[in-house]
């Protein structure tokens, strides 16, 4: 790879790079990835050709990691593969019709109901003076709109979904959207039914942490093993004092499974037990009911097959007589 151009003419010029970059994509870029974006944002310019293991040794980083980043970028849009090469796409153009595009599936009547509503217009002010500093880009209110019409939250639970995420160092759209859809699917609408979801939340993070240190598991839970955590203290509605008690059955098992702990309770729910004091006695019955010897078992199921046997004759007995 070559650059031609001389040193007064390198240092006096300049390569801007649109402001909705840095709104838009920057966020959710790693830092390699915009390194050889803007090197290649760079390089466009000067319409240079560039091989990626030149590339590689200008900016100092693995083969895979310039693949990585510019599958990436291409995923995105922000690079269009051709027969030969790439070409950089025009970001502002890309956002523009980001823009176009969402409004024409908007009738009038709607959109006339959107600017009439003075609470949702409010609520879009807070979100951008609040997480983009008075700066956010364009794209970002037609987005706002369809979810406020997709999830049917109120102004004031939009409000919060941005802290949320912005408070995670996750204000980007795929995480957003992700939070969003697990408020509603826990029929989140209101700022109430927001404030009962959290306090959910933490009773069922209190339980798990209170089964991570019993099971003195140093790991965090698993996605699947946190469903299960969920089904017993939210659909089962058990708390500790009765998912303790089938901890405690694996005592005896090695590496004990949350598989295993599931039919225990499972049984438990299905034979409507609520309360530790019903587990108990029910336990205590069955350790204490009399136990069936192998040689019991073998004796009973000779004398059923017997039985088998003499009542089969005595029907061919009948029927003959």
Excluded at 247 to 273: A, I, M
Aim: charged share 25%.
């Amino acid at each position: 790879m070559k650059l031609e151009q001389n040193d007064a003419s390198l240092i006096l010029s300049q390569t801007p790079i649109p402001d909705v970059f840095f709104t838009e994509y920057l966020s959710q870029a790693t830092g390699n990835a915009i390194k050889v974006y803007m090197y290649l944002f760079f390089l466009s310019k000067y319409h240079k050709d560039v091989k990626i293991n030149d590339l590689s040794k200008k900016l100092e980083l693995p083969l895979k990691t310039i693949q990585d980043a510019i599958k990436y970028w291409e995923g995105i849009g922000l690079l269009i593969r051709k027969n030969q090469g790439f070409i950089v796409a025009n970001i502002q153009e890309i956002e523009l019709n980001k823009i176009y595009k969402p409004k024409i599936t908007i009738s009038a009547e709607n959109m006339k109901a959107i600017s009439e509503n003075k609470n949702r217009a409010k609520a879009i002010e807070t979100i951008n003076n609040e997480f983009f500093q008075g700066i956010m880009s364009p794209s970002w209110y037609g987005d706002i709109d369809l979810w406020f019409k997709k999830y049917a939250f109120d102004e004031e639970v939009m409000i919060a979904l941005f802290r949320y995420c912005f408070n995670n160092s996750a204000l980007h759209r795929n995480y957003i959207t992700t939070v969003a859809d697990a408020w509603y699917k826990n029929n989140v609408k209101t700022f109430v039914d927001l404030d009962e979801y959290f306090q959910k939340e933490e009773q069922i993070k209190t339980v798990e942490h209170a089964i991570r240190k019993k099971l003195r598991l140093s790991r965090n839970l698993s996605m699947f093993e946190e469903a299960f955590v969920e089904k017993w203290n939210i659909t089962y509605g058990y708390e500790m004092d009765i998912i303790d008690l089938a901890l405690k059955k694996t005592t005896s098992k090695y590496n004990p499974s949350f598989e295993y702990l599931d039919s225990l309770l499972t049984d438990w729910h299905k034979k409507n037990f609520t309360k530790p004091e019903q587990i108990i006695n029910y336990m205590n019955a069955q350790k204490n009911a009399p136990k069936i010897s192998e040689n019991d078992k073998k004796v009973s199921n000779a004398n059923f097959k017997q039985r088998e046997y003499n009542n089969l004759n005595n029907f061919y007995v009948n029927v003959n007589a």
